[in-house]
């Protein structure tokens, strides 16, 4: 029957708003994966359902199938005594999240079979982050992957050639034909990559305010609902926290700093940043809650903090970082691996006041500027350029002190730093509210079948 199909005569019908059976749609996905659709066609489709939207069936269905346009991992042949469970972010400045919480959720009984990205635009990337670190391979085989995740309880490496293909192009030509912003598309660009892990729950943290994608709670709501009902219609279980961004998350942004940051909370975690802690805890304890490892979110939560601070998380990241090239040593000998930058030098405040507002994406941009992330997927990024101590909103700062220190290379990048960083911040004579920092938590409409 699929021999019938014209791709013509289906962007036409989406672009006139009618609704596509299941196997049109996996007729149009099979031809993004063996190119019998053109760049042309795969444009016009992406812009027809950019203006005309998705049914929830229609969403199920194009996410299933970018999820088998190719491997989909299987676990049953690995015998595993407990969940395999992950946690998405749509992406956010200092969202480093994911290093410290698959080893707490490894730590707990789960597994985590964490597949990332690399920055794009004003967000950090978790894989940019972890190469990084002398001889991290962010690339394994599929076995060799999954062996760890077995072995180590979780691995975080960057997504194959042979998970969900059909996505890789579609979302490149999403991005030159202003349709990235499509809910329809997002969900099942994120869902198909993820559902290819072959996992038992998910947990999404969804990033709204000026530093995320979703810059307004509305859409942040929208995005949430879609993918956690298209992911229970796939027959995955699936919150979504959404989460504040309208401030750095943590105290650094950069790569190897982010890093050092995680390592430090992983050792020292009495002495981590209160934010960053509260929400690694809150989505830990989801995670142990939704896969079934714990019963209720009290419980998870305790146990993810004994895991915490034992230090069997800490052990576990070493482990994982280990399995897959780095050093073995990493916990007692950072700075040795995670060399500082020639230049540490403070950025300072231009006037008084309380921090009311930052440009949370101002300040991903700024290190995008310095080549500590990229503009083209291609681009060669930095990784020891950042910044660290980065004052929070709500608190005091006096004129000439430090809104944050500039780790760089050169004087130049320090002068560069000092004009632009004080505008980033607004300050007020009043002490602001504290935005919260879990807005509200969405589960699917649906039951997984």
């Not at 749509?90 to 990332?116: E, F, N």
């Not at 038992?200 to 942040?220: Q, R, S, W, Y």
Request: glycine share 10%; proline share 4%; with cysteine.
């Amino acid at each position: 029957m699929n021999n019938l199909f014209l791709p013509q005569e289906l962007i036409r019908k989406k672009r006139d708003g009618l609704v596509l059976s299941d196997p049109e749609i996996g007729f149009l996905v099979k031809g993004i994966s063996d190119k019998s659709l053109t760049d042309a066609q795969l444009g016009a489709f992406a812009m027809a359902v950019y203006q005309c939207g998705m049914t929830m069936d229609e969403r199920v269905s194009l996410t299933t199938h970018m999820m088998n346009s190719g491997d989909t991992l299987k676990w049953h042949d690995f015998e595993l005594d407990g969940p395999v469970v992950d946690k998405h972010s749509t992406g956010g400045v200092g969202d480093k999240i994911s290093l410290m919480l698959a080893p707490i959720v490894a730590a707990c009984g789960g597994y985590v079979p964490m597949i990332s990205g690399r920055g794009l635009g004003h967000t950090g990337g978790t894989l940019d982050k972890l190469e990084s670190i002398p001889g991290y391979n962010g690339t394994p085989d599929n076995k060799k992957f999954q062996s760890l995740v077995k072995e180590v309880g979780c691995a975080i490496i960057g997504q194959t050639a042979k998970l969900a293909p059909a996505d890789q192009r579609f979302y490149a030509t999403r991005d030159v034909t202003a349709t990235v912003e499509s809910i329809d598309l997002i969900t099942a660009s994120i869902l198909s990559k993820k559902l290819a892990s072959g996992l038992d729950a998910l947990v999404m943290d969804i990033k709204t305010g000026n530093g995320a994608f979703a810059a307004k709670p509305e859409m942040a709501k929208e995005l949430a609902q879609s993918i956690a009902d298209v992911a229970a219609g796939s027959g995955v279980p699936t919150n979504c926290l959404i989460t504040d961004m309208s401030q750095v998350l943590g105290h650094s942004v950069g790569n190897a700093i982010e890093v050092s940051e995680c390592i430090d909370f992983l050792v020292n975690p009495d002495n981590a940043n209160h934010k960053l802690m509260e929400l690694t805890i809150e989505l830990a304890a989801h995670m142990l809650h939704l896969s079934g490892i714990e019963t209720d979110l009290v419980t998870a939560r305790k146990k993810s903090n004994e895991a915490l601070s034992s230090g069997e998380a800490a052990s576990i990241f070493e482990k994982m970082i280990h399995s897959l090239g780095g050093p073995k040593d990493l916990l007692d000998k950072t700075n040795q691996y995670l060399a500082p930058m020639p230049i540490i030098t403070p950025i300072v405040s231009n006037s008084s006041g309380y921090i009311s507002e930052m440009n949370a994406r101002d300040i991903g941009l700024s290190m995008i500027k310095l080549k500590a992330g990229r503009t083209k997927s291609i681009d060669p990024i930095d990784h020891g350029v950042g910044l660290s101590n980065i004052v929070n909103i709500g608190q005091w700062v006096d004129k000439g002190e430090p809104l944050a220190m500039g780790h760089v290379r050169d004087k130049s990048q320090i002068s560069y730093l000092q004009e632009t960083l004080p505008s980033v911040f607004n300050l007020t004579k009043d002490r602001p509210a504290t935005p919260s920092l879990i807005y509200e938590i969405i589960s699917s409409k649906k039951e997984g079948h």
